[in-house]
């Protein structure tokens, strides 16, 4: 069975700096996909990125990119010039690459990012 | 409808009583999801349909807990007997089969008193 772990419970970072958060995973698997999803207090998991693990390539949205290290089993998620609305829990979540399967999504236990004006 | 919907937004109710718990999909998806978290934690899996059927139901707790979705469209996830170890906000999500990306609906605060 397939785990994330999300280590830090709480991350605090400066309006405008940047901010890194950890996840790490386990899977026998060699084609999955991860993803980083916000959640504010509206409660709605709202997609930040995506990364298929068989693309060497790091994803990257606007203010957002990822470090994926796929030996280490390893999907940081990077906020540049961070903005009050970036505030909220940020889960990182495993998905099996056969579609054909239950494609059923696999959370870590999430992080809660304050942004400091 | 253009997101998924989730209704009510927030429920209470006493122990002992049955709940109905409902999800409006994306329209023209085919994969619907539910899911459960706890305070603090992240979503666990319950149950996930392909069309009307419930092609993977390993993730519900117990017997209390039933969901259905007759019409490959609306799902309603159903608990009896509630208890208050059921308190948790319930998230449905859906997608196109053979997509990667699911979209999720706001959640039902369930509060078992």
């Known amino acids: 069975a397939q785990t994330v772990t999300q280590s830090q419970p709480e991350m605090s970072v400066q309006e405008a700096e940047t901010v890194t958060l950890s996840c790490t995973y386990d899977?026998?698997?060699?084609?999955?996909?991860l993803f980083w999803y916000k959640q504010p207090p509206s409660r709605q998991m709202i997609l930040v990125i995506r990364?298929?693990?068989?693309?060497?390539q790091n994803a990257t949205e606007n203010r957002f990119s990822v470090n994926f290290q796929k030996a280490a089993k390893s999907f940081s998620l990077k906020i540049s010039d961070s903005q009050l609305g970036d505030a909220a829990m940020y889960f990182c979540a495993y998905r099996t690459y056969h579609t054909g399967a239950n494609s059923k999504l696999t959370f870590g236990k999430g992080i809660t990012l304050s942004v400091r004006p | 409808g253009a997101g998924v919907s989730q209704t009510p937004s927030n429920k209470v109710t006493e122990k002992g009583k049955y709940v109905e718990l409902r999800c409006d999909p994306i329209s023209g998806h085919t994969a619907l999801y539910w899911y459960r978290q706890s305070l603090g934690q992240g979503p666990e899996f319950l149950i996930y349909f392909q069309g009307t059927g419930a092609a993977d139901d390993s993730g519900l707790p117990n017997d209390r807990f039933f969901a259905v979705r007759p019409e490959g469209s609306v799902s309603t996830l159903k608990i009896q007997r509630t208890e208050r170890g059921d308190s948790a906000v319930y998230l449905c999500?859906?997608?196109?089969?053979?997509?990667?990306?699911?979209?999720f609906g706001q959640g039902t605060r369930l509060t078992v008193v």
């Open positions: 899977t026998s698997e060699s084609d999955y996909y």
């Open positions: 990364q298929e693990a068989y693309k060497q």
């Open positions: 999500a859906s997608s196109h089969r053979g997509e990667e990306t699911a979209f």
